[in-house]
């Protein structure tokens, strides 16, 4: 019986989507907070009650007023103001995205760390001017390659980040 070995295609292709995901973990985390963790009660009773509270009374804002609201309650269960469980998710989270942001490019991290602290069309701006970079290759040929690809699939962070539409 003869076995089938994995051609070159498909150990690039492996690769090219590891780097895919690399890129969109860490563009994804570029929108993202606390505030969208799963919908399960990650909290005793009270303190996910407070936390669910907390985050429709956020919703309801608009502008600079909705993100220092979502920033308190990023801080707030940080320090455990949550409750453990919260504390203990935000810890992970945080690791995870220190280890999706490690595997790209030194230039890209620069570049997302100062789009995620701008604000409004500024943050637009540079995510777009991010895009386009990724795109031709201003982040090397691994991240032209991902992007292209998510560009094309509509795969993950085409909703948002540098990657949307």
Known sequence: MQRTSLTRAPRRGLTVAAAGLALAAGVAVVATTPADADSKDPAPSGQGSELRKDLREARDLDGTARRDALADIRDKARDGGYGDQVEH?????????????????????????????????????????????????????????????????????????????
């Open 89 to 165: 998710r935000f810890d992970r989270r945080g690791d995870r995205r220190a280890a999706f942001m490690a595997l790209l490019p030194d230039e890209l991290q620069a570049d997302l760390e100062k789009a995620r602290d701008a604000e409004g069309d500024d943050r637009k701006d540079q995510l777009e001017a991010i895009r386009e970079k990724a795109l031709d290759g201003g982040y090397g040929e691994k991240v032209k390659e991902a992007a292209e690809i998510l560009k094309d699939s509509g795969g993950p962070g085409m909703g948002f980040g540098p990657f949307g539409r």
